[in-house]
């Protein structure tokens, strides 16, 4: 089977973000090339249930990928060829995780310390398996040992179909903003697909950073979170700024295929809103960001949690714009659960509307785009 890693925008891997009814959503923005959370490969073999049900397709999804975390070459095609029975088109092998267990266990980021054991693990898939294999890069461990360079060739001569590159040590975590100037270095250095990844929010820094840096494809992690139609954006090259009531038709979009996942019941309602709150979580960053404001913006502080939209007045703010905006918890609790019991959206703005009357913003809240993940 073959896979086209070129031209594409792909939604990246995101551990509790990337669920299937969320990637349904962003299929449904114009995204064609979705990938599953991280799956621990042993837990794969092992038939952990939880762990199998995040190798789930849905049938929208028309190129996608499923990531393993994987240490061992034997589990790491057992669970490859699990994957695949399960529909995955290609599997990626995570090097960048940096989360302490994960590392410990010698998979995730600390594969950029031992690149010979990547290219073991990349050999054997690569040999065994059906599908094309792909590695997720960071730029190194840490900026004093920055070897993506290394691990990209090793990868590409042990059989790698692409290499996806995110343009931050593990140490950095986001900290700073992506340096594309090594994602460039590895993508004229190779002769795979490389896609580029990191902080792109809207479709003009997406063009700009994909023509200078010469990378294959591109992939959206945050950005995604924060707006689903950042890929409808970046495919008709145009901002795309949905109104409250347009964003809030969007949440419910995402409710109905949460409930088509998860089921319409109290049990379904219980799994959903462990993670609809945290969807919103993201939802709250979004701004506007229209292109003759923030070209320059985005040149010179390309951090995506850092961006603010200083123009703005909060006191012009619609009550329904204020409440989507709100970036305190409880008020992203208690929407998922007005979003869960409406039945479309009028009934959705009009219960958000009792819902800002009885939770108004703070006082001085900051219009900020907190920092994510990490
Ligand atoms: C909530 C969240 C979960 C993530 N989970 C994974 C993961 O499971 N595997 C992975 O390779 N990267 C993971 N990442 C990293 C992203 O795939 C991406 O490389 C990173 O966020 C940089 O892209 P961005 O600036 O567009 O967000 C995660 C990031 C976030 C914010």
New binding site residues.
């Given amino acids: 089977m073959s896979v086209e890693f070129r031209g594409r925008v792909f939604l990246?891997?995101?551990?509790?973000?990337?669920n299937l009814p969320f990637r349904r959503l962003c299929v449904a923005h114009g995204c064609d090339a979705t990938m599953g959370?991280?799956a621990y490969a042993r837990q794969i073999v092992r038939k952990s249930r939880s762990e199998r049900a995040l190798l789930r397709r849905h049938a929208d999804e028309t190129c996608f990928g499923v990531?393993l975390a994987a240490q061992k070459p034997d589990e790491a095609v057992a669970a490859g060829r699990i994957a695949v029975e399960y529909g995955a088109q290609w599997i990626d092998i995570?090097c960048?995780?940096p989360i302490h267990d994960v590392v410990r266990r010698g998979m995730g980021a600390v594969l950029m310390q031992k690149p010979n054991a990547l290219g073991r693990l990349v050999e054997a898939m690569a040999r065994e398996l059906p599908v094309p294999v792909t590695v997720?890069l960071r730029l190194g461990w840490s900026e004093s040992t920055q070897n993506v360079s290394e691990v990209a060739r090793i990868a590409e001569e042990s059989g790698a179909a692409a290499i996806a590159v995110?343009g931050?040590t593990r140490e950095q975590r986001?900290s700073r903003s992506?340096d594309w100037q090594a994602v460039a270095q590895v993508a004229s250095e190779r002769s795979v697909p490389v896609i580029g990844?990191?902080?792109?929010l809207t479709y003009y820094e997406t063009e700009r950073l994909w023509q200078q840096s010469g990378v294959a494809s591109v992939?959206?992690?945050?950005?995604?979170?924060i707006k689903p139609w950042l890929f409808r954006e970046i495919a008709e090259r145009r901002s795309i700024e949905p109104t409250a009531e347009e964003r809030l038709a969007i949440y419910v979009e995402f409710v109905r295929y949460l409930k088509e996942h998860f089921r319409d019941d109290d049990k379904g309602r219980e799994r959903a809103l462990r993670f609809l709150p945290w969807h919103l979580g993201f939802f709250c960053r979004y701004r506007p960001f229209p292109r003759e404001r923030f070209e320059a913006q985005s040149i010179e502080h390309p951090l995506?949690q850092t961006r603010r939209d200083d123009d703005a007045d909060d006191g012009e703010l619609s009550v329904l714009e204020r409440l989507l905006r709100d970036p305190r918890e409880a008020v992203h609790a208690r929407l998922a659960e007005v979003l869960w019991g409406a039945g479309d959206v009028e009934a959705a703005i009009a219960a958000a509307l009792v819902l800002a009357a009885e939770m108004p913003p703070e006082s001085g809240e900051a219009a900020e785009i907190a920092t994510?993940?990490g």
């Fill in positions: 990246a891997p995101l551990t509790k973000g990337g959370e991280m990531q995570n960048g995780c997720k995110h931050r986001y992506a990844n990191g902080d792109l992939m959206l992690g945050r950005g995604a979170l995506l994510a993940h």
